[in-house]
């Protein structure tokens, strides 16, 4: 999420003063109803200070129509103070105990009028006296924030509305008795309230970090927001949403967080429980969690570069007198590119080559890899090579597929034909292939392809599918009757048995992407059409945002390793070309001769 909260959320003057202000519009006078100012929120124990917007809400007036209540209670809701103490005014006492949102949010582009429905039986019409009125307001919902935090699109854009009946009270007030069990923010709301995050789980190996992209309250102090990010670490809730089942949590059941405390950049952890009795291994993993989550990006806030773990009260330390602990110090957990990394592509004979350094026009030509599959004895069309570079998988005439290692004496072996499509290595070394719309798992060693289970919206195929550098998330490209889209998933693993787990949406669905390839583990580089010219797009899996930027003509593949290393095109001319900086860099002309190259993975 590092690239993401990058973009840190600036507004004018203009809608500093408005942005909660008016939230509809309309015949009916909407009454002011907060506004937004910077707010200093020192840390504890002498800290550095942290600055954000904050949401200024304003109670309800006397004698408001039902439709101000509403209004009014759609612009207090933003604030997160006092679990929404200034939105709760507008509720019965009833709806106020009831109403428990978390951190869920359904976001629209814009909300529109509040508007009083017909009376049903039952409900009177008028505001004076005693009876129900209900009130709507709609719009095109643009996503959605589960309780814990994670972000999908919406899957079909369209005007959506959300009813709140109001009961007139005994001193003749209206308030809310029932309503949406969410938050409902606009878009430009969501952006200015909330903040991406990554929490951090492990593979089932407990070998590499997987990177959760959530979103929580920018209101929220920062020694709340770091105990509310540990809290998501510790089961029984961790991990949870589309990455259940399929990643874990080096904390241990019944594990307490006794107590948070904020020194300078230094963020204290206290824990009891379970935690208090795990061996050193655990304890270890435990403490590269916290780090890359309190700590894995110098641009989020509040601004961790270090934790010390104390267990019921002691300082916990690895080898050494300091017990405070820096993040290089588990940097081997998060997969990452070298630099200067080699990448594979295609020659016109279909032999595969490798190209190391940094693919600029001085750099000689690619060799040949070791063994059959570096010959062009079998005229590959499309190859990828595993991450730790042993293995290559490829298709050959008439849809053939085929795997075998890269070395002196390998092979390549006839695995299975028929219409597949993309190829993708995981960490284990077994390769995902998607065909017919299917998504398929090929094991390492033998085996023909293993249909795997993915419940993929109504309507929609898988055309592609590519393993995230962590082993666990992958990304799908899927095609339906309104276009192609992408989404993201999780591998859940059961012995030798895989499946994909509930697909969250990332992307919106009329985008007509053709590929995709990982570019970091926060973000996809996918390859579409637009108005007849190839368009690249740098897009977040956290949902939040997709930038676009010019292709090269004539794009047919793209791969990407990394911030480290070029992004690699091949063209229908049958050649190689680099873009150094996405999006913002600067096509490099011509590298090469070559096809479909790919970056391991």
Request: hydrophobic letters at 40%; aromatic letters at 6%.
């Amino acid at each position: 999420m590092a690239r993401a909260s990058q973009r840190r959320r600036t507004v004018g003057l203009a809608a500093l003063i408005t942005v909660l202000a008016v939230l509809v519009s309309g015949c009916v006078t909407v009454p002011t109803s907060g506004h937004v100012q910077s707010v200093n929120a020192t840390q504890s124990n002498g800290g550095n200070s942290q600055y954000y917007l904050q949401t200024i809400p304003v109670p309800p007036g006397h004698n408001w129509l039902p439709e101000q209540i509403v209004s009014g209670f759609l612009a207090a809701n933003a604030s997160f103070a006092n679990n929404h103490a200034v939105a709760r005014q507008y509720l019965t006492r009833d709806a106020s105990q009831q109403w428990q949102p978390g951190l869920a949010v359904t976001v629209y582009s814009q909300i529109g009028q509040a508007q009083r429905l017909p009376a049903e039986a039952g409900q009177s019409r008028q505001v004076a006296g005693a009876g129900t009125i209900t009130v709507e307001v709609s719009g095109t919902v643009l996503g959605n924030l589960s309780g814990s935090g994670q972000y999908s699109i919406s899957s079909r854009s369209k005007d959506t509305g959300q009813k709140f009946t109001l009961v007139q009270q005994k001193n003749k007030q209206w308030r809310i008795s029932s309503l949406p069990p969410q938050v409902l923010l606009t878009q430009s709301d969501f952006v200015h309230v909330y903040q991406p995050r990554n929490i951090y789980f492990f593979d089932p190996a407990m070998q590499t970090l997987v990177p959760d992209p959530v979103y929580v309250p920018e209101e929220a102090t920062p020694a709340v927001l770091v105990r509310q990010l540990i809290n998501d670490l510790i089961p029984p809730h961790a991990p949870s949403g589309w990455l259940a089942g399929a990643a874990r949590t080096a904390f241990p059941k019944n594990t307490k967080l006794l107590s948070v405390s904020l020194d300078g950049g230094t963020a204290v952890v206290n824990l009891g429980g379970a935690a208090t009795s795990a061996g050193e291994d655990a304890v270890r993993q435990m403490s590269a969690q916290l780090l890359w989550t309190l700590a894995g990006s110098s641009n989020d806030e509040p601004a961790i570069q270090s934790v010390e773990v104390e267990l019921a009260g002691g300082p916990w330390s690895v080898g050494q007198d300091n017990p405070v602990q820096q993040i290089g110090s588990y940097s081997s957990y998060v997969p990452s590119a070298a630099a200067h990394a080699s990448f594979y592509y295609l020659d016109s004979h279909g032999a595969v080559r490798s190209q190391s350094g940094s693919a600029q026009a001085s750099a000689p030509q690619g060799a040949p890899v070791a063994g059959q599959a570096g010959t062009g004895a079998i005229a590959l069309t499309q190859i990828a090579v595993s991450p730790d570079g042993r293995y290559v998988a490829g298709l050959g005439p008439g849809g053939a597929l085929y795997t075998g290692s890269l070395d002196k004496k390998g092979t390549l072996t006839l695995r299975s034909t028929g219409n597949f499509g993309s190829l993708s290595w995981d960490r284990r070394d077994d390769l995902w292939v998607t065909g017919d719309g299917r998504i398929w798992m090929v094991p390492t060693q033998n085996g023909s392809p293993v249909p795997v289970s993915a419940t993929l919206p109504a309507g929609e195929k898988a055309t592609a599918l590519k393993v995230a550098p962590d082993g666990v998330r992958c990304v799908i490209l899927a095609s339906g009757p309104d276009g192609a889209r992408l989404l993201m998933a999780a591998i859940v693993h059961s012995g030798q048995q895989a499946s994909i787990g509930e697909p969250v949406p990332i992307s919106a669905d009329n985008l007509n992407f053709t590929m995709m390839t990982w570019y970091d583990a926060d973000h996809v580089i996918a390859l579409r059409e637009s108005g007849g010219h190839p368009v690249l797009d740098e897009v977040s899996v956290n949902g939040e945002n997709i930038t676009a930027f010019p292709a090269t003509a004539g794009i047919t593949s793209i791969t990407a390793d990394g911030t480290a290393n070029p992004l690699v095109a091949g063209l229908s001319s049958g050649q190689l070309t680099t873009l150094a900086s996405p999006p913002n860099g600067l096509w490099s002309g011509v590298v090469g001769s070559g096809r479909a190259p790919v970056y391991p993975g």
